[in-house]
């Protein structure tokens, strides 16, 4: 992220949200520290999973952003907010290990998945632990409003779940319901971090709804980006089994797009070659027909959406770096 | 249970807990109804688990207990007693959810499990379900506290759980390793329920930690129980697979007790059934070492503890049902 950073005058700011995402990841290990050394064998291995900490770094740069000055004056965030950013990387992290399960997985960032050194019922219970621990950690703030915000948020997250596996294998799966899909699936989590990181700096009710926006549609514009990078992605860059979605019936953007826009017989190939699971038939189909550029263009658009509900915050550094993180999203390739 | 009442003084309290629990159902259902009918129809299917409703029933005798007078004057009871025995229901429900999966079981309660029905995957996301929905649920009581204590429950039992995948074809297990699996992947749950039912009844700490202690030992004993109905139990009346915990190499306590106190030869034949999963040999064996009986024993022994623990109570029907209760968990036949 630091190649996109504008100016040296983010320097200082880039320099503080490192730190303190020290700070959160000391919290994230404290919080699974057991008294049991089978225990913490297991939570040692879900630590490897740890990459961009995108969702602890909105906690904090939007809890930065709406306090922020002109000029940077640390510390300017409490810890509450580091608790929180260790939260919702709990979750996220409960929600790779179930998802590994789900897909049967075997290599995440480049190691093996929990799955597949001890087996699904392990990295089932494992991400039951991860769960209670991120609600347990989340109830020591003695906040009711941040557990209740977070509950209803796994609530819509495992709902955008159990529906899309209740679409797998279905080729008629439509914009408006891939876009439900990924909205509870995905973005409400991204959304709430922008949520609670201004609600926890005491921003207005206008400012913590625009952050919750952005989150949101940034949210959609990852998913969007991951189901690209499954379906056209390296992956050596990626860092994890690729071609899943199509293995495990799932149908994302850059297919219904194909689907919805080919003609006749463009469509009975492209079915014939979900049909039989082979990516690079229907990957090619759909570098030919534009899909997949048309699918990267709606995760621009999110983009722009995104950065145009952060024009209400008062210019800084933090805002800068949370337009920077947007435009990352979609240009990654891991 | 009713089988159980000494006196038809009794009466009126076992018709109001009866009230209470059809509330604590509606409780349980409204938070469960979602927007999206794939997920209702999920959540139906559990609803059809329910059993003997001993979590919520503990939640609610127990407040009873700790407000009761000799004479019966409902209602003594709070919204609150009704919304934290659904909350413990529900996470019970997401542990038996993800406990057939754990067990690939294809039967529970007389009908099919969800794991059989719809699939590993769709029962992994249904528990995540449940676990979200039954923090979601406690939340909304609005008291950091019963957060906190439920935190540290659930944390627990996933670790009791995790312990006991850790220890599957160990057949070495020794009994303080069973008992330490046994106590926090179930009776830390039953004790919780006590100790918030009469914590939101106002109980003094003493009560508190008496009825804690009481609901622990009752748990270890209800699992005990549990774990010879496997082995032990009519597949009819239990209404679940049974010898699940032989063909999953779970070392449960008669079988300690057999490898423990038989002579050489017998410990070698012993040891050759479990190599094999030879149930019905095993089970000969144990019955003829008194390893069945023993295990049965220790179990009684813990309702004796357990009902010890119910002596600083005022005498009331409240009380006189949760002895009875005790009784009936080392008793049944399912």
Chains 1, 2 share one sequence.
Do not use: W
């Amino acid at each position: 992220m630091s190649a996109l950073l504008p100016t040296s005058a983010h320097q200082p700011t880039a320099e503080f949200l490192a730190r303190e995402l020290v700070e959160v990841e000391r919290i994230f290990e404290a919080q699974l520290a057991s008294d049991l050394p089978a225990v913490n064998a297991l939570c040692r291995h879900v630590e490897r999973y740890r990459g961009k900490m995108l969702r602890p770094t909105l906690v904090l740069l939007t809890g930065l952003a709406v306090r922020a000055r002109q000029q940077f004056e640390p510390p300017v965030l409490g810890r509450e907010h580091r608790v929180v950013a260790a939260v919702v990387e709990m979750i996220h992290m409960a929600t790779l290990v179930h998802d590994d399960v789900l897909d049967e997985a075997d290599v995440r960032r480049q190691g093996a998945t929990v799955n597949r050194l001890r087996g699904n019922e392990m990295a089932v219970m494992l991400g039951d632990y991860l769960i209670s621990n991120s609600f347990h950690l989340c109830s020591t703030l003695g906040d009711p409003a941040i557990n209740l915000r977070l509950g209803q948020t796994t609530n819509t997250l495992c709902e955008g779940e159990l529906i899309q596996l209740h679409h797998r294998e279905n080729a008629s799966l439509d914009e408006e319901t891939y876009f439900e899909i990924v909205r509870r699936k995905t973005a409400v989590l991204v959304g709430a971090c922008c949520r609670l990181g201004a609600t926890l700096s005491g921003g207005s009710p206008t400012v913590i709804a625009a952050l919750d926006a952005f989150g949101t549609a940034l949210g959609i514009a990852f998913q969007i980006q991951d189901d690209l990078l499954d379906l056209a992605g390296r992956a050596d860059i990626v860092g994890k089994s690729l071609g899943r979605d199509l293995e495990k019936g799932k149908v994302t953007l850059p297919i219904i797009i194909h689907l919805a826009t080919a003609d006749l017989p463009a469509r009975r190939d492209a079915l014939a070659a979900i049909e039989r699971r082979d990516a690079p038939r229907l990957l090619a189909q759909m570098r030919g027909s534009g899909s997949i550029d048309a699918a990267h263009q709606r995760a621009r658009a999110l983009v722009v959406d995104a950065k145009r509900e952060l024009q209400g915050l008062v210019p800084s550094p933090a805002r800068d770096l949370l337009e920077a993180m947007a435009e990352a999203v979609v240009e990654r390739e891991r």
